[in-house]
């Protein structure tokens, strides 16, 4: 079975500044997603960003990139220029391609944007 | 923009009561799931719904059943509710294609007392 791991359980940042969370996961299949989840203090979790493990190519949403290490199965999340609306938990999670619905989602960082 | 609506944001409940949270969305999606959030777990997958009276358990069904009569609706039961059940319970639907992410609703954070 994936597993998704978060090694970070809160990070803070300072505003304007970058931040990287780190994600990392485990699985035997080589065609999946990941995803980059959001989640305010309001709770309605939202997407931030994807990436197909086909693509090479990093992806990237205005301020949010992420470095996808397929060999290392890691797949972290930067946001950079940071702003107090970034404040959330972010969840990182996978997807098989080939079998199922499902998503398996790592425990989540709690990241604090200072002033 | 798809809508996730969960019929109650706050829930208390007694032991040993039946308790029904409702999820409804408005993008005709084909699958449907209710997840179980609890700090340091991240999200746990209790069922998921790939069609109408289509079920599949998910991680963690113990003490959970859920309903599928309509494509827009799912319902998470607890049959017999305990004090181990408190959580945030959190409904997602996603379209068929494989690459699209799950859209949410805003959680129904359930207090067993």
């Known amino acids: 079975a994936q597993t998704v791991t978060q090694s970070q359980p809160e990070m803070s940042v300072q505003e304007a500044e970058t931040v990287t969370l780190s994600c990392t996961y485990d699985?035997?299949?080589?065609?999946?997603?990941l995803f980059w989840y959001k989640q305010p203090p309001s709770r309605q979790m939202i997407l931030v960003i994807r990436?197909?493990?086909?693509?090479?190519q990093n992806a990237t949403e205005n301020r949010f990139s992420v470095n996808f290490q397929k060999a290392a199965k890691s797949f972290s999340l930067k946001i950079s220029d940071s702003q107090l609306g970034d404040a959330a938990m972010y969840f990182c999670a996978y997807r098989s391609r080939n079998y199922g619905q499902n998503f398996v989602f790592g425990p989540g960082t709690r990241l604090s944007v200072l002033p | 923009d798809v809508k996730v609506t969960q019929s109650s944001r706050y829930l208390v409940k007694r032991t040993g009561e039946k308790v029904f949270l409702e999820c409804v969305q408005d993008m005709d999606h084909e699958n449907m799931f209710w997840y179980r959030q609890d700090p340091g777990l991240g999200l746990r997958l209790i069922y998921f719904s790939y069609d109408v009276k289509m079920k599949e358990k998910g991680d963690i069904p113990e003490g959970y059943s859920v309903s599928r009569e309509k494509k827009e609706r799912f319902s998470l039961i607890l049959e017999s509710a305990s004090t181990n059940q408190t959580s945030m319970y959190l409904c997602?639907?996603?379209?068929?294609?494989?690459?699209?992410?799950?859209?949410f609703g805003d959680g129904t954070r359930l207090s067993i007392l």
């Open positions: 997602a639907s996603l379209a068929e294609l494989s690459n699209q992410p799950q859209h």
């Open positions: 699985t035997s299949e080589s065609d999946y997603y």
């Open positions: 990436q197909e493990a086909y693509k090479q």
